[in-house]
C-alpha cells in the first residue's frame, strides 16, 4: 500500500475507498456473530453447564440479526458487501437479496429451537465434545452459503458446514452413528468434489467466480456445449447434497443415527442448502442452459417426491420414516426448479420454508414421543395420546403441515405448485405432487393411529406389584421450558405461515422475481454496470 | 497435463467403487489431486512472469501468470486434507468399532430385513 501512495494513480477504479454504511455491515453480522460464538464455546467446552447459557442467547441474537437483514434487503432492496477492498469481480463479495436473507432467518429459527433442545437432550458427554461449537460453525457453513455472491465462497462454506455436521453426526460414537457417518462423509466428499470440479470447468470458461459477473457473461455464452455439461455437473453435485432421487441414498442411511436433536438441524437445514444452491446457479446464473434441463429437473423431482413418499411408507422407525419425508419435501422444491416460472419458483421458495421448520419440528417431535414411550418403533403402541395429549396434538398437527392439508403451512406450497405446474401444462408433475401428499398422508397418519392414539398395553408388572403400579406407568417426565418452548414455538409458527400465508407468499414472489430476472442483483454488485 | 488429469480421475474412480474403506480412502485422496490439477490447468499454463509488482510502476505491462488459481487450489489442499484427515479417523473407528472394512457388511445403522410397518392396527 505504501508504493501506491506516491503513483497518481485513481484507487477508486479498483478499491473501495469508502467504508460501507453501517447497516450494510449486517450482511456479515450472522457469520461473525456465528463464528466468535463458537470459538467462546469451544473455549469453554469442559464447562458443560456455562455452555447453553451463552449459546442460548446467542442464536436469539442471531435471530434477531437475521431478522434485521431481511427487513434491511425487504426495504432498501439486494445488498452487497465486497471484502478486502478490491471492487468486485476482483474481492469476494458477499450479496444478499430476499432469498438469501429470509433462508438465513428460517435457519437461524431452526437452529435456535435445535439450541434449546440441546439443553435438555444433550447429555454432559456429548456437550464436552463439542455440540454448541459445532451447531455454532455449522451455522456458520449454513449462513455463509445463504449470503455469498461468489461461488468459490460458496464451496468453502459447503466444507464449513460438512466438516461441523461430521462433527454433530458421530457424537456419542456409537456403532450405528459410525456406519452411518462413514457413508454419509465419502458419498458427501464426492459430491463437494463434483462442485469444486464444475467450479474449475467454471472458472475456465468464464474466467471469474463472482455470481453477478458470471451471470452477466452467462448472458452472452453461444457455446452451448461446455455450459451444459457444466450445468449438468451442477446439478449432479447439488441434486446430492439435496438428496434428490438417484443420489438420495445416503439421508435415510445416516439421518436416524445421531441424537434427534442433530437429526433435527440436519433434516431442517442442510438439504436446504443444496436446493438453495441448486436454485442459485441453475435459475440465476444459467438460465438458458437450465431450459435445456428442464425435463430432467422435472423428471428428478418427480421421481424423488414420490419414492420420498413411497419409502416413508415402508419404515417403522420413526426417524427413519421422516428421513424419506425430507427427500419427498426436496422433490417438491425441485418441481418448482423444473418449471422456472415466477409462480413455480415462488412456491420453491416458500415451501422451503416451510420445511425447515416443520422437518425440525418434526424430528424434535419424534424424540420427545421416542423419550415419552421409550421407543423410536411404530409397531409399539406408544399410548402417547393417554400420557402426553399435547404432545400427541402438536404432533398431529405437524403431521398435517408435513402432508399438506390446510390450515397449516404445507398447504399453501402445495396448492401453489400444483395450480404453478397446471399453468404450463404439465399435468402429471401436479398429479405427482397430489399424489405424494397423499402417500405422505397415508404414511404419517399410520405412525399417528399407532404410535400416539393406539393406547399402551399395560405392563405386566403392573398386576404383580399392585398399588406400586401406578409408579411404573408414570410416563417420563418432559420439561415445559426446554422440550416443549422449541417445539412450540416451530408448531406456533407453521400455523401462523398457515393462517396467514399473505406475507410470505409476497416475499417469495419478490425473491423469484429477484432470481428470473438478476438485474437488481446484478446492479448490487456492479452499480456502475460492470468491467466490461 | 490433460492426460495426467484423465489418469487421476480414473484412477480415482476406480478406487472409489471398491468395497473396502480403505481403498475408497486412497482414492479420495487420489481424487483431491485430480482436482487442483484440473483447476490448475483452467486457469491456462503459460510461461509468463510471475504478477508481482516492484517499486512504482502501476502495471507490468506485459502479460503475467494467472495468481488466482494457486490460492483456490491452496484452499482446496487445505479442505481436501482435513477432510482426509477426518475420513482416515472415522474409517479408523469404524474398523475398530464395526470389525470390517468391507462396505457391503456395513448393516449397523440399516439392519437386513427389517420388520415390515405393522399392517393392522
Known amino acids: 500500500m505504501a508504493s501506491s501512495e506516491m503513483t497518481t494513480i485513481d484507487l477508486s477504479a479498483a478499491m473501495i475507498t469508502q467504508a460501507p454504511p453501517l447497516a450494510d455491515w449486517l450482511v456479515v453480522a450472522p457469520l461473525v456473530l456465528c463464528m466468535v460464538l463458537g470459538a467462546v464455546l469451544l473455549m469453554v467446552r469442559k464447562d458443560t453447564q456455562i455452555q447453553p447459557v451463552i449459546a442460548i442467547p446467542g442464536l436469539v441474537a442471531l435471530v434477531l440479526v437475521d431478522a434485521a437483514l431481511l427487513a434491511h434487503v425487504w426495504m432498501n432492496g439486494t445488498v452487497t458487501m465486497t471484502m478486502g477492498r478490491w471492487l468486485p469481480p476482483f474481492g469476494i463479495s458477499f450479496t444478499v437479496d430476499i432469498l438469501g436473507a429470509l433462508l438465513t432467518l428460517t435457519g437461524g429459527i431452526a437452529a435456535l429451537a435445535g439450541g434449546i433442545f440441546g439443553a435438555g437432550d444433550v447429555n454432559d458427554s456429548g456437550r464436552r465434545y463439542g455440540f454448541y461449537p459445532f451447531l455454532f460453525l455449522m451455522m456458520v457453513g449454513v449462513s455463509g452459503a445463504f449470503l455469498t455472491g461468489d461461488i468459490f465462497n460458496l464451496y468453502v462454506w459447503f466444507e464449513v458446514l460438512l466438516i461441523s455436521s461430521f462433527g454433530l453426526l458421530i457424537l456419542g460414537s456409537e456403532r450405528g452413528q459410525i456406519d452411518g457417518a462413514t457413508k454419509y462423509a465419502f458419498l458427501n466428499l464426492v459430491a463437494t468434489t463434483l462442485f469444486l470440479i464444475a467450479t474449475g470447468y467454471l472458472y475456465g470458461i468464464f474466467g471469474t467466480l463472482n455470481m453477478a459477473d458470471i451471470a452477466l457473461k452467462a448472458q452472452t455464452m453461444d457455446d452451448k456445449a461446455p455450459m451444459v455439461t457444466l450445468v449438468s455437473m451442477y446439478l449432479l453435485a447439488f441434486g446430492m447434497k439435496a438428496a434428490a432421487f438417484p443420489a438420495n441414498f445416503w439421508l435415510p442411511a445416516s439421518y436416524h443415527t445421531p441424537r434427534v436433536v442433530v437429526s433435527a438441524l440436519f433434516g431442517g437445514l442442510l438439504t436446504k442448502v443444496g436446493v438453495y444452491a441448486l436454485i442459485r446457479v441453475l435459475l440465476m446464473l444459467f438460465p438458458a442452459e437450465r431450459d435445456l434441463l428442464g425435463w430432467v429437473i422435472a423428471l428428478i423431482a418427480a421421481a424423488t417426491m414420490v419414492l420420498g413418499a413411497m419409502g416413508a411408507l415402508a419404515q417403522t422407525d420413526v426417524r427413519r420414516m421422516l428421513g424419506y419425508l425430507v427427500i419427498s419435501g426436496i422433490g417438491v422444491m425441485l418441481a418448482g426448479i423444473a418449471l422456472a416460472s415466477p409462480a413455480g419458483v415462488a412456491a420453491t421458495v416458500f415451501y422451503a420454508v416451510h420445511s425447515m421448520i416443520v422437518m425440525t419440528a418434526l424430528y424434535l417431535a419424534s424424540g420427545m414421543a421416542a423419550r415419552a414411550s421409550g421407543s423410536f418403533s411404530i409397531a409399539e403402541p406408544g399410548g402417547i395420546y393417554q400420557s402426553h395429549v399435547v404432545l400427541a396434538g402438536i404432533t398431529l398437527a405437524l403431521f398435517f403441515a408435513v402432508s399438506g392439508l390446510p390450515p397449516f403451512s404445507g398447504f399453501w406450497p402445495k396448492a401453489l405448485m400444483v395450480k404453478a405446474s397446471l399453468d404450463v401444462g404439465a399435468w402429471w408433475l401436479a398429479a405427482a405432487i397430489l399424489l405424494t401428499g397423499f402417500l405422505t398422508t397415508i404414511a404419517v397418519g399410520r405412525v399417528w393411529l399407532l404410535a400416539y392414539w393406539r393406547p399402551a398395553p399395560a405392563p405386566p408388572e403392573e398386576t404383580s406389584m399392585g398399588g406400586n403400579g401406578a409408579a411404573v406407568t408414570q410416563p417420563p417426565a418432559l420439561s415445559p421450558l426446554l422440550d416443549f418452548l422449541p417445539l412450540v414455538m416451530l408448531t406456533a409458527l407453521v400455523v401462523l405461515i398457515g393462517v396467514f400465508p399473505q406475507k410470505l407468499i409476497e416475499l417469495s414472489q419478490i425473491a423469484s422475481e429477484q432470481l428470473l430476472n438478476p438485474a437488481e442483483y446484478i446492479k448490487s454488485v456492479f452499480p456502475t454496470g460492470g468491467l466490461q | ?121
Open chain 2, 1 to 121: 497435463m490433460t492426460l495426467l488429469v484423465g489418469i487421476f480421475f480414473a484412477v480415482a474412480i476406480y478406487l472409489f467403487l471398491s468395497q473396502h474403506i480403505i481403498r475408497m480412502l486412497l482414492g479420495a485422496a487420489v481424487l483431491g489431486n485430480a482436482v487442483n490439477l484440473l483447476i490448475f490447468t483452467s486457469g491456462r499454463l503459460t510461461l509468463e512472469i510471475p504478477p508481482i509488482l516492484t517499486g512504482y510502476e502501476t502495471t507490468t505491462g506485459m502479460l503475467t501468470a494467472n495468481p488466482l488459481p494457486q490460492a483456490l487450489i491452496l484452499t482446496a489442499i487445505v479442505i481436501s486434507f482435513s477432510f482426509f484427515a477426518f475420513l482416515l479417523v472415522l474409517s479408523y473407528r469404524a474398523y475398530q468399532e464395526l470389525g470390517t472394512d468391507d462396505t457391503d457388511e456395513m448393516r449397523f445403522a440399516e439392519p437386513e430385513n427389517q420388520d415390515l410397518p405393522p399392517l393392522g392396527y
